[in-house]
């Protein structure tokens, strides 16, 4: 594996790099973690789009973003994220190695000034945001929010967890609700900035060729107020939750929507969680289940019963939840549906040695690939805060490889079907 | 074999060809832990009437051929090809487009039987009956999928507008209707006449020494015993002067309408390099006039006349080319009226030194994120090659770009007889899809 990041604490801030001549980009990311709750998603899921629009030093978001270019063309993008029942609020920035630019410019010390300038010296007056610009992005973002309608696929994986997790922060949408956005006003989203900053433990993660010396040097002048910055609450990290509801029976929901063709979910609950012992396992089910062309959903649904083009299942393995998803044909609803919870029964007992040592090299190749990935070991620093656990890439290889098939037949008695979700057309509702 | 090297970029690209046509190339990439490889023929959607290598007949086929072969060619009579792959652990697919069809695959193990595996099923063919049918159903849903994307719907109808019944405009997986009518024969025409060796590129890149890959590609290659084919006849009518129609227009259940439009390239050079010297000046007006740094980009957006996601594209290939805009938009209209008044103005006033400046640092900066990604560079530098292109030399064509191929290539692509705009809008009243709110008991 690459070498793995140097981490130093200063204050509130956290900062992870890595020296690598690997890539011939460098990688920021800037990640802070909190609670993820209904009552502010919608106003802190528009902040990263309000902070992008300018600094101090650039007021207007073109200026911003000339400011960005001019640095041979850095990208900066900033969103908030939704892990499980945590939130993050992230931006995240990739530039040119200097190494390789014409006459070795100085990039990187300036991109990081601009990075921490849009985090924590917005354009901003007596403690709002500027009102113009709050009142486009809101419209945007109501927009945004209105247009998730459009990929009918995601559409309905969204519909199928918010019904099932309704109780739960996982089932709260990630960029919010449109009908909160009307009441955001510039003073308030800026109070709710300030709060997120003051209470904030942030993580500044660097990959690229440099040394952690030079960068610790530019991050901490760039990001020195909030290294000085200390709340009175002792930090804590946020943990996850750890429990699912107790099974019940599935409850089926069917939405009706102008479309020509439907689109099956079914969420299912685990009790094998991120920190648990038994969540290699859970990887190896939810991979034979349907997370590669060889298995059981892929093979059943579409290539033997040509009901679909895509059939497969993710998990999320910070809460527990798995989501299996089919693009069909309206009428053969009852048939794709016997198919799938015919599969998930076959996983209680029918998995051959070829489905589990096919799924573990699958997965196996799957971390190996993400190594090419600068931020692969960030996000399982991230993932070990979140899901209580350390894991790491090399770990969870060695974990998964022991996996058993009793080990998934273990893991696929403790998993329920929770919600069988169905989009599709409106036939017979205008008459009803 | 023969290498070339980029002192600038610190890459080589390894080129060689093998007896029986095939063309090689291999991008060493040491530190990296995957092998990335793809498989490419030269023969996609466009290409439905030709003549058939083994008999000599010339004939038609219908659309969405090329894509249901895609599909066929991971049916073997041992079974499906993904397994086969899984057995090594490696990650594969396939795509197709107008004029290619390309079969890859990634892994961090087993690179050589990885390779074998991809070399051994795209050269075998195995089409029955049966097993053309039953891909019938699969592929009716892939378009039944694509055909309610409103991106997807909003850039088909764009095509159609620009090229009208030539194969560019008509969708690369074909129609409900036309893969009906495809039988096994077909496939077989289709497979004999496109998928020799000499007809096809495969790209390499990853930590495994060249000499090392061409030698197993040279002995797999060696035990087929193919022979010499002489190059495909193909028959593709040439592409309309003007756009067939200069506006399209279509329904959909989506939140807000979304608007396409651009101009259908007249310029056309025979040199390869020339037209990339056009197709990077083209760019560098697009992101100076319409990118996230450009005040029209910023005006659009505060005026509620589009999103973030407003995006300008130029492609141009031997025989076409076109320029696209867009986004999403409650006025379109006023949308595409606001931009190509833009243009004209910008047209007439020129680009200052100082905003080509910034965009010519970006695109140059930019170019090295394709270097990070062993997808992307096998992707572009395959596209590119296929159409004479070296996509490694970018820098140097940026290097050498000056304000006068920029504003020469605006000035001779801006024409509104050569404009098409597509538009897509919602079928239903906006509240029936509108999100739910904050209340989900």
């Not at chain 1, 650039?58 to 001019?70: C, G, I, N, R, V």
Request: net charge negative.
């Amino acid at each position: 594996m690459n070498a793995t990041f140097q981490s130093s604490s200063h204050g509130r801030l956290h900062v992870h790099t890595l020296q690598t001549k690997k890539y011939k980009t460098a990688t920021l990311w800037l990640v802070l973690e909190r609670p993820l709750s209904a009552d502010d998603v919608t106003e802190v899921a528009l902040l990263p789009r309000i902070l992008l629009r300018g600094t101090e030093r650039y007021k207007t978001p073109e200026a911003l973003m000339q400011a960005f270019d001019a640095l041979y063309g850095a990208g900066i993008s900033g969103v908030a994220g939704k892990h499980g029942d945590l939130q993050t609020v992230e931006f995240h920035v990739q530039f040119a190695d200097e190494t390789y630019l014409p006459g070795h410019p100085r990039v990187l010390d300036e991109v990081v000034q601009l990075l921490a300038d849009v985090f924590l010296r917005p354009a901003a007056e007596s403690e709002r945001f500027n009102e113009t610009g709050v009142e486009v992005e809101k419209d945007l973002h109501r927009q945004r929010i209105e247009n998730l309608v459009n990929d009918k696929a995601a559409y309905a994986g969204d519909r199928t967890l918010a019904l099932m997790c309704k109780e739960e922060p996982f089932g709260v949408p990630r960029m919010g609700y449109a009908d909160r956005v009307g009441s955001i006003t510039p003073a308030g989203l800026y109070k709710k900035y300030r709060e997120i900053l003051r209470d904030a433990t942030v993580h500044l993660y660097a990959v690229g060729n440099f040394t952690k010396e030079h960068f610790d040097s530019v991050a901490l002048r760039a990001f020195a107020s909030l290294t000085e910055m200390r709340s009175a609450a002792v930090e804590t990290d946020v943990f996850m939750s750890s429990s699912n509801p107790a099974p019940k029976a599935a409850v089926t929901i069917v939405e009706q929507m102008d479309v020509q063709q439907g689109v099956l979910c079914v969420g299912l609950r685990s009790s094998v969680f991120y920190k648990d012992d038994m969540y290699p396992a859970l990887l190896v089910y939810n991979g034979i289940l349907g997370g590669f062309p060889h298995s059981k959903l892929f093979v059943n649904v579409r290539e033997k019963a040509s009901l679909a083009y895509y059939a497969s299942s993710r998990m999320f393995g910070l809460k527990g939840v798995l989501l299996i998803q089919s693009g069909i044909q309206i009428d053969h609803y009852e048939q794709a549906k016997a198919i799938i919870l015919e599969q998930i029964r076959a996983m209680e007992t029918e998995i051959t040695e070829e489905e589990r040592s096919f799924t573990i090299q699958g997965l196996i190749n799957q971390y190996l690939l993400s190594d090419d990935q600068p931020l692969t070991d960030a996000m399982m620093d991230v993932y070990a805060r979140m899901g209580g656990k350390k894991r790491s890439v090399d770990a969870l290889i060695e974990a998964v490889q022991a996996v058993t098939i009793q080990d998934v037949q273990a893991v696929a008695r403790t998993i329920w079907v929770d919600t069988i979700y169905f989009l599709r057309d409106e036939e017979g509702k205008r008459h009803a | 074999m023969h290498k070339t090297e980029y002192k600038t970029l610190q890459e080589a690209v390894y080129h060689q060809t093998l007896d029986n046509g095939l063309t090689v190339y291999i991008v060493h990439k040491p530190d990296f832990r995957q092998t990335y490889a793809s498989f490419t023929t030269q023969y996609g959607s466009v290409d439905r009437e030709f003549v058939v290598a083994s008999r000599g007949e010339r004939v038609v086929v219908p659309d969405g051929i090329a894509h249901f072969l895609e599909h066929k060619m991971f049916e073997e009579e041992h079974g499906d090809v993904f397994q086969d792959f899984a057995r090594y652990g490696a990650q594969a697919n396939a795509f197709t487009t107008y004029d290619t069809t390309t079969y890859l695959f990634s892994s961090t193990a087993n690179v050589r039987e990885n390779l074998m595996t991809l070399l051994d099923f795209v050269q075998r063919p195995y089409f029955t009956d049966e097993n053309v049918e039953k891909e019938k159903g699969i592929i009716g849903q892939e378009i039944a999928m694509y055909d309610e994307m409103p991106n997807w719907r909003c850039h088909s109808n764009f095509l159609r507008g620009l090229y009208g019944d030539h194969p560019m405009g008509i969708d690369i997986a074909g129609t409900l209707s036309s893969i009906q009518k495809i039988r096994k024969e077909d496939l077989y025409d289709c497979y004999e006449t496109f998928y020799h060796p000499s007809n096809m590129v495969l790209f390499v890149v990853g930590p495994e020494i060249p000499e090392r890959v061409i030698s197993w590609v040279a002995e797999n290659q060696a035990k087929k015993n193919y022979t010499l084919q002489k190059p495909v006849q193909r028959f593709l009518p040439s592409v309309p002067a003007q756009p067939r129609e200069q506006r399209v227009e279509s329904e959909l259940t989506m939140a807000q309408p979304r608007v396409l439009f651009g101009f259908k390239e007249t310029w056309q050079s025979p040199d390869a390099k020339e037209r990339q010297l056009r197709e990077t000046a083209m760019e560098v007006w697009m992101e100076s006039l319409l990118g996230r740094g450009s005040p029209l980009y910023h005006a659009l957006m505060d005026e509620g006349l589009t999103d973030a996601g407003f995006g300008s594209d130029y492609e141009l290939t031997p025989w076409y080319g076109h320029s696209q805009m867009g986004g999403n938009s409650n006025r379109p209209d006023e949308l595409v009226e606001r931009v190509l008044s833009a243009l004209n103005q910008y047209g007439k006033e020129g680009l200052a030194q100082e905003d080509f400046e910034r965009v010519r640092k970006k695109a140059m900066g930019r170019f090295f994120s394709l270097l990070d990604s062993p997808q992307g560079i096998a992707y572009v530098y395959t596209a590119q090659k296929l159409r004479g292109i070296d996509v490694f030399t970018a820098l140097d064509v940026l290097e050498r770009m000056t304000i006068d191929h920029v504003m020469n290539a605006l000035r001779s692509h801006v024409n509104e007889e050569q404009l098409t705009v597509s538009l897509v809008r919602p079928k239903q009243p906006r509240e029936l899809v509108a999100g739910k709110g904050g209340t989900l008991q």
